[in-house]
Each structure stands twice: as structure tokens, then as C-alpha cells.
């Protein structure tokens, strides 16, 4: 008895031992598996104890597979949730030279096809009536405000040689008329060009520079946004130039002007940059309707403005409206003559196409 005893001793256990060696496997198991919480897309590991290793039901398999499925949902509509970094607005704004519409310029500046609003030197106030012009005295009749505003002119300089032709009477009844058609008069103003800031100043230098020049100046280039200066001149048409406008622009590129365009002396000049400053030496005539000049050769100049900073300057020749012709793109072989000039002035290094150029 006692020998049988000892044997069903030992079989039970050899039983228990072998149901420890079970239960072991089984916690190691359920160690190693995973189960989902009460919050979709966050897994932690099981902590179960061994009696509650068992094979999961078919609905637990079932409710496992919907909380993995809310859970991938619910991180991809998170990441679609994040914010995205947008690029800044850009504007696209164009810069004409000399405008003057007189008796036969209503339709000049109709066909420049240009995908921006365009800034042009009005040369001339607006009269109360239409009359002839010369060159000592330049009158615009009466709708040409409403003119520019067709052709989708942005601002129009009024500060220049030719603005007391009808005296301070004129020049106030031309800003009125200007203001009324939604074109801003320069002067100095501070836009908004599509969500982009931009800040425009023109300064007639036909009197020599003005004695507060460089707090203009420098007013311009603190200002928010882009700053663009337009320099007017009393000048021979010759394509170089002289000394107080190339003091003037110096000045303007020392104190951080974007860009500088020059107009009145109805010619072309080089473009380039200086520094960070993109400068226009003359832009010549867009439309004029008066027998004082002849010079056809224009250029436009296309910028495109970003934040603080011109982003990309693009030159297109044209060819003025003269005597009340319409202005017009140059043909590809009138611009390669025109940007083959710019080249011998200095307009290095330009990046050109068949009408127009980058710089």
C-alpha cells in the first residue's frame, strides 16, 4: 500500500507539474498580447493574469477589428487636421513711363494686354475741356480718369514738371478726378496690392533733388511691405543718366528702396540691379498725344512683389501711342533690337525670350 501510494503520489504530481508548465506557456502568452482601450488609437500591452488566458470569441474578434478600424480613422483624420503652411500672396504690378492722352489719345492704352494694374507718369492735369497741347503746357480732357481706370491703371504720378500747367486749380481738380475713379494720385501711398503691402513714392527731380530727399526716402523704405520709388526728370531724350539722378538713385538703393523707376525724359534706359534694388533707368513714353516728342521706344516693366521683396522683374519693349495711336507690345524683331540696346547700356545680365526679358 505504502508503494502504491507514492506512485499515485508522484503521478499527481507529475499532473501538477505539468499543469504549472501549461499555465506558464498560457501567461507568457497573454503577456504578449495586445488589447484595446477605451480610447480609439491608443494600444497597450495586456497585463492579464494566467487564468484569463483563453482563445477571444468571435464577437471579441469582431469588436477588436471596429476599435482598430476607429482607431486608423481617427489618426488619419488627425494628420488631415494639421495645419498646413501656406505661401505668401504675391501681386503682379506693371510700370509704364509718360502718359499724355490730349485730343486724340482716348483708345491709346487699350490694347497693352497686362495681367496686373499698371502705374504710369500722367504728364499733364486734367482740363475742363479739351484743347491742343504743347510743350510748354499740357491739358487731358476731361474723361481721363475714367480712361486710365479702362486700361486698369492702379496710380498715376501727378508730381512733375508738368502739373501746375493749369495751375493749382488743375492739379487739385486732376487728384479729385483720379480719387473719384478709384486711381490714386502720387505723390506717396501706401497700398494693398492682392493682400500684398506696397508702398509707392514719386519725386519730381526736374527742380534738382528736393532738401528733404532722404527723409522721403527713407520714410518709403520702412514702411510695411515693398518699396518702390519713381523718379521723374526734366532730361534730353538720350539714353544715359546724368549725375544728380545717378546721386538720387544711389541714395535710394543706400537706403533700401526695392526698386526705382525713372520717367521724363521719353527715353530708354538700362535696367539692372544695385544690391537688392532693381533699378529702370528710363522708361520712355507709354501714350502721347502732343507733336513735342517722337520717341516711339518704350518699356514696360512688370514686377512681380512678394511679402518685403521683389520676387521676379521682367522688361517688355513696346511701341508708344503717339499722336493718338494705340500703344502696343513690340513685334519679336523690334524687341531684340530694343533689348540688344539695353545690353550695350549696361542691362547685364538679362534672361531673354523673343519680346521680353528677366533681370
Not at 489618426?75 to 506693371?94: D, F, I, K, S, Y
Not at 490714386?184 to 519730381?204: A, F, R, Y
Amino acid at each position: 500500500m505504502t508503494g502504491g501510494g507514492s506512485r499515485r503520489r508522484e503521478v499527481s504530481s507529475r499532473r501538477a507539474s505539468g499543469g504549472s508548465r501549461s499555465v506558464t506557456a498560457g501567461s507568457r502568452r497573454a503577456r504578449w498580447a495586445l488589447r484595446t482601450t477605451t480610447a480609439p488609437g491608443r494600444v497597450e500591452p495586456c497585463t492579464a493574469s494566467a487564468g484569463s488566458a483563453r482563445a477571444p470569441t468571435v464577437s471579441e474578434r469582431r469588436r477588436r477589428v471596429r476599435w482598430g478600424v476607429a482607431s486608423l480613422v481617427g489618426l488619419l483624420v488627425g494628420c488631415a487636421a494639421q495645419p498646413t503652411t501656406r505661401p505668401p500672396p504675391r501681386a503682379v504690378l506693371w510700370f509704364g513711363g509718360d502718359v499724355h492722352l490730349g485730343q486724340r489719345g482716348a483708345s491709346s492704352l487699350d490694347g497693352l494686354a497686362l495681367d496686373g494694374p499698371l502705374v504710369i507718369n500722367l504728364e499733364g492735369p486734367i482740363g475742363t475741356a479739351p484743347g491742343p497741347s504743347s510743350a510748354e503746357r499740357l491739358i487731358n480732357p476731361p474723361d481721363t480718369a475714367s480712361t486710365l481706370a479702362r486700361a486698369r491703371v492702379l496710380a498715376a504720378g501727378v508730381d512733375n514738371n508738368h502739373s501746375l500747367d493749369d495751375g493749382p486749380e488743375g492739379l487739385e481738380r486732376t487728384r479729385e478726378a483720379l480719387f473719384a475713379q478709384k486711381v490714386v494720385p502720387l505723390g506717396l501711398s501706401v497700398l494693398t496690392v492682392s493682400g500684398v503691402p506696397v508702398t509707392l513714392l514719386q519725386v519730381d527731380l526736374s527742380k534738382g533733388a528736393p532738401k528733404d530727399l532722404e527723409a522721403r526716402l527713407t520714410w518709403a523704405a520702412d514702411a510695411p511691405g515693398v518699396a518702390i520709388v519713381l523718379f521723374h526728370v526734366l532730361a534730353p531724350p538720350l539714353y544715359t543718366p546724368d549725375p544728380p539722378l545717378k546721386s538720387a538713385v544711389a541714395l535710394a538703393a543706400e537706403v533700401g528702396i526695392d526698386a526705382v523707376l525713372v520717367h521724363g525724359s521719353h527715353a530708354l534706359g538700362a535696367v539692372e540691379r544695385k544690391g537688392k534694388t532693381l533699378v529702370a533707368w528710363g522708361l520712355g513714353n507709354v501714350a502721347f498725344d502732343c507733336e513735342c516728342t517722337a520717341e516711339d521706344e518704350g518699356l514696360l516693366v512688370r514686377l512681380e512683389v512678394s511679402g518685403s521683396r521683389v520676387e521676379e522683374a521682367t522688361v517688355v519693349p513696346i511701341r508708344a501711342g503717339l499722336q493718338g495711336a494705340a500703344a502696343r507690345r513690340a513685334t519679336p524683331a523690334e524687341a531684340s533690337l530694343d533689348l540688344d540696346l539695353l545690353e550695350s547700356l549696361g542691362s547685364k545680365p538679362l534672361d531673354r525670350t523673343a519680346t521680353h526679358a528677366r533681370f
